[in-house]
């Protein structure tokens, strides 16, 4: 067992390296290989656990109602822009979108220890991400625009700071009528307390995870999202109060990380000239200081304040791509999907990890195909979540097929975008075959790579998991990172992570839809990941893992309701 004393805890590079560099060597030196995990304490210091829950003290508490279970949504309209007509911004359409998109949503117990479980997942359940609301005079929640954190252990609304009629207008002259704010934001310190300097990695999972959730949360209420993605990691801290030392005195701070504007139409258009954001000075009345979340520290991980540094952006101009290549729903689908098992609701609350896989069931090719089709945005940037975020496909998927009805086992490739198959023929094995799959719809650039049994692979790079050979496939999320990292700076560092994230989620959700269940994996070996498929450049990197297939359940644990007010409802 290491004491916090021995290990190694230098900085990543001398002084004077660039941005690009430092982020390159946390990358590199965050890697989990064979013979050495990335550094961590190796061993959980349950008295300074950190408290998941973020409180500001003094601060108001606005409860938003729990809403009455049964809502009608089928799962499959969530993907059809439009079907949905916009919900009015209320109490009640605010409620049901945290409920949805970050509340608890469930309890577990096991003997005496109870823990609870949220709508988005987190890497060892730690929940770093913390979400934020702007939001303007709404009835009940408050009779002026004001910046709100929200509370999930009590579904409720915690009010930062009172904006003025001006301020918010300001603030939201570029933004359709009826539109808010969402900010996400990380405490390094929860996922670092267990796992050391790989913690920065899986607290960027977590918020692409979020940033999925408040997407699809969004689209239940027929509302859009997008990423704000010019505005300046300052302007963002400043905005949601996070750069306020006095709101600090002896609480961990939280890193800003992406600012989303929720309208009930396409905000697009508007958003290219929108000015930019600030919410200081006049008009601004902050209340409430942050809990500490531990009673003490005892080992600090400077590398991930490094790279958290190196990958913070200033103002820029949005990303704007061209999607003209991509397929159409048809292309990518064959027939639409316009039918299906579960509402919204039952796959949103119901999702779950599952903690063992039984090692038989398999799925059928339609489904198979469904799930990776969701996977693609299309021409017409209808595609949700991926609407939401303006560039192309950062990430594609290197897949270890086991129990697929009809498809050899083996390893296969999905390329998220068209235009990327040639370039990852050339970066994976010079022998894989690159057969197309029968019978897989035109739009999906689905390849079978070379067939044969790979469960043990899978799971001996997964860290030794069981779960990513025992389901009916499991995949690795391989992004072209170094180029993505020339084309857009340090910073898309981030949002690489939050890609694999948004991928991860539709992926639990899709086999919430399907009776089965998902798994996200960040614990995998790294370059054993990519000797599997061939790749020895280290400008392609693997940046997550997830794994699909039929759970099995833990008896041992039973499940209570997320909020001992929810049985009667
Ligand atoms: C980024 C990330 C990495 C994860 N890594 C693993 C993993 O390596 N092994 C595992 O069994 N579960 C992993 N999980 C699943 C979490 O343990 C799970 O999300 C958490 O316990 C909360 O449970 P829930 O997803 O059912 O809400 C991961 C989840 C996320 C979001």
Redesign the pocket.
Known sequence: MLEPESLERTGLLEGGASAAEVVVAYHERTNHHFHRYAAALGYMDWAIQPDPFRRYVGADLVRLPLPKAGHPLPYWQLYRSAAVPPMPLSLASVAIFFRYALSL?AWKQAGNTTWP??AN?????LHPTEGYAILPAVDHIGDAAAVYHYAPREHALERRAALDAKRWSELAESFPEGSFLVGLSSVHWRESWKYGERAFR?CQ??VG?ALASLRIAAAALGWKLVLLDSISDGTLSNLLGLDRDEDFPAAEREEADLLVLISPDSPAPLLTESKPLTAHGSGVLWQGRANSLSPKHRIEWPVIDEVAQATRRGESSPIKEDFSKFPTEEELFGTPVRDGLLTAEKAILG???A?AMDGSTAISRATFFRMLARLIPTQERQAMPWDAIPWRPRIHLGLFVHRVDGLAPGLYALARDPDKVDILKGVMHAEFCWQRIPDCPPGLHLYLLKEGDCRALASTV??G?A?AGDGAFSLAMIADYKDSLAAYGSGFYRNLFWEA?MV?QVL?LEAEESGIRA?????YFDDPVHAAFGIVSSEWQSF??FTVGAPVEDGRLTTLPAYNFEEQQ
Do not use: E, K
């Open positions: 949503t479980l949220r997942p987190s890497s060892g359940n899986y999972h977590d995870h999702r779950r990890s903690v997964s860290c998991q779960i994230g991860g639990y798994t996200g994996i960040g614990c997550y893992h």
